[in-house]
């Protein structure tokens, strides 16, 4: 016991050396408080234990509150889950998921700091009552046992095996480089959350999981959000197929998260993106009957004022058609007059001209007339387009982050309808108001408009992040 005292003596006595990364090896730690659990020097624990607490001790060297360096060390459990501060998990044991842990630093939902660590059981597989696997898996076959149950009829099915997705949500972290199967999208500067840096030498990374080269085969022929099917079949181990030409089964691959285009089975694109061809593949399927169509090309919507052409008459939200007609490479038209593809202009000024005579929520017609270029007019008196003006006191909400002449910016944001965006704070959409004569508004961007001058700036997220301390991104707009 007496030796035991002065080992424990020399080990509080022996100062630590600076604070470490979580994912780097600390080759001396100091043990501070031993029970079932442990205070050591350095962010890396021992083997057989994981890090459930990091802190700043100044016993082990200078440190803040941002930059700790001490961890509180337990064992490893022998079953259930646990989480544990930084991006690996012991061996053994895979990880689940990355989340925000307050007792690792600081963090939020995009920018996590601990893993949750699941046992290895391999490939993640079970087999359940059911057909339908949980959110998350999908049923690699399906059949009918009876200790699920009896099957009603020939046929039926009541058991799946099923498999964990591949795949992770992305997330920003502190660092050049991300965990292993996850690849760095970008890299940018982050003085607030990681230290130190500028745009020559950035100090944060954005990581998505690492997906290239993945296929799922799975039973059922509706891919999971974020993947599109590149084949479609019958197949036994998925149930019968009551009829010729019934299918189900898919396999699916990642959605492309860039401005690369992919063709799918089935005619309707994720959002965000838009038919550029359509057409009729065995790989996705028989045709039942001429002209019908079971596959598509699918390709970015645009997140400038560019227009694009589609296959499909109704252009996605924010945008309306200012063309329409038939192309073969968008299937066939069955009779005269019939239209499958449009001209998709971004819906950006106080007033535009659309083929279709109903305009989008929060506008209003103020002519409707028949133009060659919206399709044929069957008889006298028909209309197939329409000047659509924005009502009184409507927000314009536009792909971009311009706003038109004489309109000034509310708030600018991300989403998916506008196009991917390829890093964290990444904007491509623009919220816009009226300037209306006579009084002040609140815009987003330091540089207010002609005739107006600015009384006040500041920094607010609903006009994007900003850099570094001191940047403004809004202004209040004063009529001279």
């Not at 992770?168 to 660092?175: D, I, L, S, V």
């Not at 079971?294 to 008459?313: D, E, H, R, V």
């Not at 929060?362 to 009502?391: F, I, M, R």
């Not at 509310?410 to 890093?423: A, H, M, P, V």
């Amino acid at each position: 016991m007496k030796k035991l005292w002065m080992l424990c003596a020399v080990l509080l006595a022996t100062a630590c050396g600076p604070t470490l990364d979580p994912e780097q090896d600390s080759e001396s730690s100091t043990v501070t408080t031993v029970e079932s659990s442990l205070f050591q020097c350095g962010l890396k624990c021992p083997s057989g234990t994981h890090a459930t607490l990091y802190r700043c001790n100044t016993s082990c060297g200078a440190c803040t509150a941002t930059t700790p360096n001490e961890a509180n060390c337990e064992p490893d459990p022998t079953g259930n889950s646990f989480s544990k501060c930084g991006f690996t998990c012991p061996s053994g044991w895979r990880i689940a998921k990355f989340q925000c842990d307050q007792n690792c630093g600081t963090c939020d939902a995009t920018r996590p700091n601990a893993a949750y660590c699941e046992p290895d059981l391999g490939e993640s597989t079970f087999t359940q009552c059911g057909t339908e696997c949980p959110n998350g898996w999908h049923a690699t076959s399906k059949d009918c046992n009876y200790t699920c149950g009896s099957c009603s009829t020939s046929g039926a099915l009541n058991r799946a095996v099923c498999v964990r997705n591949p795949g992770g949500t992305p997330f920003n972290k502190c660092g050049t480089t991300c965990p292993v199967g996850w690849l760095v999208t970008s890299r940018q500067c982050n003085s607030a959350a990681c230290g130190t840096c500028d745009s020559s030498w950035p100090n944060d990374v954005h990581c998505e999981f690492d997906l290239s080269g993945t296929t799922l085969t799975q039973c059922g022929t509706e891919c999971p959000s974020g993947w599109h099917a590149t084949s479609k079949d019958c197949n036994y181990t998925c149930g019968s197929c009551s009829t010729s030409g019934t299918l189900n089964r898919a396999v699916c691959e990642p959605n492309p998260s860039s401005t690369t285009t992919f063709t799918q089975c089935g005619t309707e694109c994720p959002s965000g993106w838009h038919a550029t061809n359509k057409d009729c593949n065995y790989t996705c399927g028989s045709c039942s009957s001429p002209g019908t169509l079971n596959q598509a090309l699918c390709a970015p919507n645009p997140s400038s004022t560019t227009t694009f052409t589609q296959c499909g008459t109704e252009c996605p939200n924010g945008w309306h058609a200012t063309n329409k007609d038939c192309n073969y490479t968008c299937g066939s038209c069955s009779s005269p007059g019939t239209l499958n593809q449009a001209l998709c202009a971004p819906t950006s000024n106080a007033t535009f001209t659309q083929c279709g005579l109903e305009c989008p929520s929060g506008w209003h017609a103020t002519n409707k007339d028949c133009n060659y270029t919206c399709g044929s007019c069957s008889s006298p008196g028909t209309l197939n387009q329409a000047v659509c003006a924005l009502n009184p006191g409507t927000s314009l909400t536009l792909c971009g982050l311009q706003c038109p002449n004489g309109w000034h910016a509310t708030s600018k944001d991300c989403n998916s309808e506008c196009g991917s965006c390829s890093s964290s704070g990444t904007l491509n959409r623009t919220a816009c108001d009226l300037n209306l004569s006579g009084s002040s508004f609140t815009q987003c961007g330091t540089q207010c408009p002609s005739g107006w001058y600015a009384t006040s700036q500041d920094c607010n997220s609903t006009c994007g992040s900003c850099s570094s301390s001191g940047t403004l991104n809004r202004a209040v707009c004063t009529p001279l």
